[in-house]
């Protein structure tokens, strides 16, 4: 607040200057902002857990937990239009006074089970946060459950938010679980599974090139269509995961299944990048790659686009992509004026881009998302701003943004690439923004 | 074991912690749900209409495991008072969710800490997110009259009511605040307040000098009931909807505001136990559309599918929350009103007729919820009833 406005009443947007920011000089990796109550921007294209759970074809998704937290999925699922393969579970207050959590999950996934008009092969029970206090039986649960559907291939997941800051994340172990019906199957060594995305690898983008190029082939959930499809992901010899949150499907794949897992983390970073690629490629026993060509084709990508984006203000979203700071130190670097970069934390894998960040470029300002003064903060700009990122757009308010959410697909100099052309795109373009932001799940075939 | 809880494919309502944010929502107070993550999210994307636009102050608490098991109430209570001391709000509101149902949170010392740390008027709802938004919205409603309604120094000179339990949660954002100060308005009653769209703070704080309490959704119930045992104000329960039962509406404020007597003009009559019509949704809203249906010569009945007052309960509308307690009253039934997520559970000969429900399937279908005050009869004809 700037000291005399308060906030009375419902105001139209726009009214207040208010903006919470840390300077890149200034920022503490490890207590960005201060922390508090929080705020959610209404900008819903990134993929939740009924979105990533319908990614194994076929599956029949049930959640067990309160009305209230059994709203957002439901709609999820109904705005996706798989309504078909969801149900629930209802918990009501007995259930936790009487301690019968584990009946109710039974009895209830048999009764839906014993109603869908086949068995599916594979069922992902959802419990919450209630069944983690009330230390429910899960063993017990999915043991008599095997029992009574010895034909379903059943797996635990989890819907318990208030555990995000307690070892894996919900996010984490939703896209570890996607790969927990895999059952054993011998090895292909050429087989390469690109792990715990929600977007398939763009066809044109760097590994799927790679490995085409060295007879390989590559393989990932987003591109299975049939339960069959996806079990024949247990074939590959090699995983791949490129984000945080997907590092411990890695994992699972590597102890489970014998995979070697490369963790070659997305980047924007041209030493980063040749270093993932060369890594993939010796892992494989392919040439590495010559990334000289490629190197000089973002170059030229993002000399193209600054002739057409100009000295215009641009403001980035941690939404889009898992390196907002590599993407604002490349920005930056080629000229570009990022004026400000919206996150609520720093993820390790870029604690060097914060340094860069902070030596080259120390007045870059950095804002929050959840901090509650960003409910009113001012969201209107002088001057005609490029977003990229949904949450960027809405905080700026500006109908020219780049829209995607988690990489997008990209693995490689392929997202230098293409985010230049996406941005030249964004900057001569207008886009209906608060229809496109709103949608959930971006991607995911919303009725809407 | 009897299984009642399940949904093998119908929706779920918005639950009682969304329903408190709902009816507080244009007030100028901070509503904070006591809630790990997901509450606010799934309020602001499917239960509130209002969210892009405006910046009315909804937070979550962002509760872990650590400060549910050490029961760190300081934590709440600090994070409300600092929020609250740097943004203003006319209030505070802190509801709550299953975990702290589990953990035993007390919600009204909750309230009564911010309150004496910030000097703001703060009401703490034990809500848990195991009821209908209709139980939240009606504790909020209910704390509003409570609390923040003023005694009042005179009746109005004019025939005047509160309309009570309005959220776009059952009446969408189509204008029905202003249709139904308009139908009433024709009738020669005025609306002092709405609880709560529509209408501002200072217009609520007015209440006690209306005549009645028309109670629109259950969501107003406790409200009414509230402003009854304060101020004496009789309440009539049922929506308008269509020009003849809000004719009967208009004749039951009137009588309520002589005799001081309640009344309920949308029970049903005996003899509409048999209709072949059935219209699934909110209560009063339901039951209200059924009495205009069958005034107009479709006789129709009504099942309440969310947290129902004793008064309806005691009228004969029958309540059924769970798809196995809702489809033998649907047995038997020419033809199904309901919203369209309820389609994949019309019996088969059954005709389905959608009828949109901001309270079930959020903004799915917002752009076809018809405002029924004004478009009953083309509601009506359109949908052959």
């Not at chain 2, 244009?26 to 749900?33: A, R, S, W, Y």
């Not at chain 2, 892009?52 to 509760?63: G, K, P, R, W």
């Amino acid at each position: 607040m700037n000291g005399t406005e308060t906030v009375r009443g419902l105001r139209r947007l726009g009214g207040s200057p208010v903006m919470r920011e840390v300077r890149a000089k200034d920022a503490d990796p490890s207590n960005l902002f201060d922390t508090g109550l929080e705020y959610s921007a209404p900008a819903r294209g990134t993929w939740n857990i009924v979105h990533t759970g319908m990614l194994i074809p076929e599956a029949h998704e049930i959640f067990v937990c309160a009305q209230g937290c059994l709203r957002g999925v439901v709609l999820t699922a109904a705005e996706m239009g798989t309504s078909d393969r969801f149900s629930t579970v209802a918990v009501r207050e007995n259930n936790v006074t009487d301690g019968d959590l584990e009946d109710l999950l039974v009895e209830g996934v048999t009764d839906i089970l014993e109603k869908l008009p086949a068995l599916p092969p594979a069922v992902l029970v959802y419990t919450s946060c209630i069944h983690h206090f009330m230390g429910a039986d899960l063993d017990h649960m999915y043991r008599e459950l095997r029992e009574r559907f010895p034909t379903v291939a059943f797996t635990d997941c989890y819907m318990n938010p208030i555990m995000r800051k307690s070892g894996l994340t919900p996010d984490q172990l939703m896209r570890r679980q996607l790969y927990s019906l895999l059952k054993e199957r011998p090895k292909d060594p050429g087989k390469v599974l690109v792990t715990g995305n929600d977007f398939a690898s763009d066809d044109g983008g760097n590994i799927p090139a790679l490995l085409r190029a060295g007879g390989k082939t590559l393989c990932e959930i987003p591109r299975t269509r049939t339960w069959e499809e996806y079990l024949a992901l247990a074939e590959a010899s090699v995983c791949v995961t490129n984000q945080p949150a997907a590092v411990p499907a890695g994992k699972l794949l590597a102890e489970k299944h014998g995979m070697k897992h490369l963790c070659l983390p997305f980047s924007f970073g041209y030493d980063e990048i040749e270093a993932n690629l060369d890594a993939l490629s010796d892992a494989m026993g392919i040439p590495r790659p010559d990334c000289g060509e490629k190197i000089a084709r973002c170059e030229e990508a993002l000399d193209r686009a600054k002739r057409t984006i100009g000295d215009a203000p641009v403001e980035i979203d941690y939404t889009a992509f898992s390196r907002p700071l590599s993407l604002a130190l490349l920005l930056l670097r080629h000229g570009f004026r990022v004026e400000r970069v919206y996150l609520d934390g720093v993820s390790g894998e870029e604690r060097g881009d914060l340094d860069a960040l902070a030596a080259e470029f120390p007045d870059l300002k950095l804002s929050p998302t959840v901090h509650p003064v960003m409910r009113v903060t001012g969201r209107t700009r002088e001057e005609k701003t490029l977003a990229v990122g949904q949450k960027a757009a809405y905080f700026a308010s500006t109908p020219y943004f780049v829209n995607i959410v988690e990489n997008g697909g990209f693995t490689g100099f392929d997202a230098v690439t293409g985010l230049a052309a996406l941005m030249e795109e964004a900057w001569l373009e207008e886009k209906d923004t608060r229809s496109l932001i709103g949608i959930k799940g971006m991607g995911c075939g919303a009725c809407l | 074991m009897s299984v009642k809880q399940t949904a093998r494919i119908i929706s779920t309502y918005a639950g009682d912690t969304s329903g408190v944010a709902s009816a507080l929502f244009e007030l100028g107070g901070m509503t904070v749900m006591h809630d790990a993550s997901g509450c606010n999210s799934t309020y602001n994307t499917h239960d509130e209409p209002r969210w892009y636009d405006t910046d009315s102050l909804v937070f979550i608490s962002a509760l872990t495991e650590t400060e549910a098991i050490l029961g760190d109430d300081e934590k709440l209570i600090g994070d409300c008072v600092r929020t609250a001391k740097e943004l203003h709000p006319a209030f505070v509101a802190v509801a709550g969710t299953p975990i702290p149902m589990m953990t035993g949170v007390d919600f009204a010392a909750v309230a009564a800490r911010i309150e004496e740390e910030t000097g703001i008027p703060s009401f703490g709802f034990p809500t848990d997110g195991m009821h209908s938004y209709i139980s939240g919205a009606g504790m909020a409603l209910e704390a509003l009259a409570r609390r923040m309604v003023r005694d009042p120094s005179k009746k109005t000179a004019a025939l005047t009511v509160n309309l009570l339990g309005l959220t776009p949660l059952d009446f969408s954002v189509n204008g029905t605040p202003g249709a139904m100060k308009a139908a009433l308005a024709a009738r020669g009653i005025e609306v002092l307040s709405c609880f709560a769209m529509d209408s501002t703070l200072a217009e609520i704080e007015r209440a006690g000098e209306a005549h009645v309490s028309l109670v629109v959704s259950g969501a107003g119930f406790g409200a009414a009931r509230v402003l009854g045992e304060r101020f004496g104000i009789p309440w009539v329960a049922g929506t308008p909807c269509g020009p003849m039962f809000t004719d009967r509406i208009a004749r039951a404020v009137r009588e309520a505001a002589e005799t001081g007597g309640n009344l309920a003009p949308l029970l049903p009559d005996p003899g509409t136990a048999d209709a072949k019509g059935v219209i699934v949704g909110e209560g009063v809203t339901a039951a209200s559309l059924a009495s205009a249906l069958t005034d107009a010569g479709s006789p129709c009945r009504a099942v309440s599918a969310v947290d129902t007052d004793g008064v309806l309960l005691s009228g004969g509308i029958p309540c059924a929350v769970d798809e196995d307690d809702l489809m033998p009253l649907l047995s038997g039934a020419e033809v199904m009103i309901a919203d369209p997520l309820y389609r994949p559970i019309c019996p088969p000969g059954t005709r389905f007729v959608p009828l949109p429900h901001e309270g079930f399937s959020g903004r799915l279908f917002r752009r076809d919820i018809p405002r029924l005050v004004t478009d009953f009869d083309s509601f009506r004809k359109e949908n052959r009833l």
